[in-house]
């Protein structure tokens, strides 16, 4: 009864914490926290858009109700949020974009991740005494890759969409040249992060007041110079942002900063479509991501070693089926650490890694009573011989789907929440830290504890290793039944498998879904790390087992899903972070 209690008390204190902020969110956010709960799925037979930011989700349902398709709506959304969630939405950052066109009945994976600057070297990151130094590698202008936020966009409205640049921006140039009200959310977030973003004066003076005091709930938040930056995109598409004016002050920031982005860096920034790496699980298949995200492969990875099992007789977030999970992830994670790289630089045993197969021989070394240490385990793939030829948890996600079938799962960042903290003068918006994600020395550890080999060292026009997932899931029949992605940095892989396994194994509504607590295991550090509401019987069970439980309670992700259920799209916005919203088209 204490646990429940908990649990529920947890529940409770989000839905005050939600309700508290009605009063600073726009008018049409308002009436979606009036008329919805906030652990029922929103519905709708139209479009939907879900997002980490109510103003931003908006946004994207009026543009599919002006009549654009997902990714018009995918777009607007990300444009809208580098306004309203400055610490995770970006101009400054890259992410991945999963677009499943209905008509076409295809899935196309975009890579707009960051690309090392030319001038990039692989011991830029190491001391006189070849150690890592975290601080140049993390909150120095070196950490910032080459931003490929405004590229991946405008490639995906340009060859996917129907809107104009115009069009699909002008939500976020209002947003940013008239202002929105600051919920507790942002206001909390600068808050915690004012002796970072103060340390620097542009971003002091585009994220506190004019006397330094904080920017407090109900207060309106312009933003002028992003105005003009967003504006310049809007009149000359990706050149506005690449060269011109824009790239003029992205590189004087790095003169003044140290950093090493030139203007060669942001005139050479290419976004390259992918092919998806895709799986099959039980009655269900997916797409997601391939290299230079270890997200796709390492979810079909997981999810293969599971088929061997019965998970639903375990009962879910029991000790067996936590156990059974965290021994999958310690294999897939133990993978991560040497074969993962980008591949247009380093080879990726993709097939090999996904093939069920391997995952059958990596579910046998599973003792269904006892843990394995982690430092026992090791990459497999030399162990086996094959059948077949050989990124802060401040990322944020959000889905898209329209009337017609379309859908966009998309994940973009800047890695650490705010990036490295540098504002570029002038031009409104943050720099990326995504150079950390790079591996500073083989068998060093990044800012989320990931460990990287070789094969994701840093290299002049390389993009760094990345944990971000945006997934779709289809039906037997091969249409789309689940849009799903989480920021959370290195637990992102397992968010999203829980997610999958919650609605497919357990038959879980997308509330249910999302609601239901987490847990994360990545081989090193060797522990699970749980979220509040697993009981201290299960607990105990695991540490008889011999897992270490992280004493460390955390919130583990933030998930912005959209599900089909009969002929209805159902969408769950994460409770987990103040201010996340599901919004559906009205007409």
Not at 147 to 161: F, N, R, S
Not at 560 to 583: H, P, T
Request: hydrophobic fraction near 40%; aromatic fraction near 8%; glycine fraction near 8%.
């Amino acid at each position: 009864m204490q646990v429940l209690r908990s649990f529920f008390t947890t529940l409770l204190l989000g839905i005050l914490l939600s309700l508290t902020s009605i009063s600073v969110l726009s008018e049409s956010a308002i009436s979606y926290f009036d008329k919805n709960a906030r652990f029922h799925p929103v519905i709708s037979q139209l479009g939907m858009v879900v997002s980490q930011e109510a103003i931003a989700s908006q946004v994207g349902a009026e543009i599919l109700e002006a009549g654009g398709n997902a990714i018009d709506a995918a777009v607007a959304t990300g444009f809208a949020l580098a306004v309203t969630l400055p610490r995770a939405g970006n101009l400054g950052g890259g992410g991945f974009m999963m677009v499943y066109l209905a008509k076409e009945n295809k899935t196309i994976a975009i890579d707009y991740r960051e690309m090392a600057p030319h001038l990039s070297d692989r011991d830029m990151f190491l001391d006189k005494e070849g150690n890592v130094d975290n601080h140049k590698a993390r909150f120095s202008a070196q950490s910032s890759g080459v931003p490929g936020t405004v590229a991946g966009l405008l490639h995906a409205l340009d060859k996917y969409g129907t809107m104009s640049v115009k069009e699909v921006l002008k939500p976020a140039i209002k947003l940013a040249s008239e202002g929105f009200k600051v919920n507790y959310d942002l206001s909390a977030s600068l808050r915690s992060s004012d002796k970072r973003l103060q340390k620097h004066k542009a971003s002091k003076g585009y994220f506190y007041k004019a006397n330094g005091d904080y920017y407090l709930p109900g207060d309106t938040f312009v933003q002028p110079d992003l105005s003009l930056t967003l504006n310049r995109i809007s009149e000359r598409g990706k050149t506005g942002f690449y060269t011109g004016k824009t790239a003029d002050l992205i590189v004087a920031q790095m003169q003044r900063s140290g950093g090493l982005i030139s203007a060669y860096d942001l005139a050479n920034y290419k976004v390259i479509e992918r092919q998806p790496v895709c799986g099959s699980y039980k009655q269900i298949s997916l797409c997601a991501m391939p290299p230079p995200s270890s997200g796709g492969i390492h979810l079909v990875q997981m999810l293969n070693i599971l088929e061997n099992f019965e998970l639903k007789s375990m009962g879910h977030n029991s000790a067996a089926y936590i156990h059974h999970l965290s021994e999958a992830m310690r294999s897939a994670y133990a993978d991560r650490s040497l074969y993962l790289g980008d591949p247009d630089f380093t080879p990726v045993p993709v097939n090999q890694l996904i093939n069920k197969a391997y995952a059958k021989s990596l579910s046998k070394q599973i003792d269904p009573k006892k843990a394995r240490l982690s430092k026992q385990v090791y990459p497999g793939l030399d162990q086996w011989v094959a059948s077949e030829p050989i990124e802060s948890e401040e990322t944020t996600h959000y889905s898209t789907w329209d009337k017609q079938g379309n859908v966009v799962s998309n994940t973009y960042t800047l890695n650490f929440a705010y990036g490295n903290g540098i504002a570029v003068q002038g031009a409104g918006f943050l720099l990326n830290n995504e150079m950390d994600d790079f591996s500073a020395k083989p068998g060093s550890a990044n800012g989320y504890g990931l460990i990287g080999g070789t094969a994701n060292a840093i290299q002049a026009k390389k993009r760094p290793l990345s944990s971000m997932t945006p997934t779709i899931v289809f039906d037997g029949s091969g249409k789309p039944i689940l849009a799903t992605g989480s920021p959370g940095g290195s637990t992102i892989i397992t968010i999203v498998l829980q997610m999958i396994l919650n609605t497919s194994d357990f038959n879980m509504g997308i509330a249910e879904a999302t609601a239901a607590p987490r847990f994360h295991h990545q081989w090193l550090p060797d522990m699970i790390s749980l979220e509040s509401g697993f009981s201290e019987d299960t607990i105990r069970l695991l540490e008889s087992m011999g897992h270490q439980i992280s004493s460390k309670t955390r919130v583990l992700g933030s998930t912005q899903s959209i599900s089909v259920k009969e002929k209805y799209l159902e969408g769950s916005a994460d409770w987990r972070r103040q201010g996340a919203a599901a919004i559906s088209q009205n007409h």
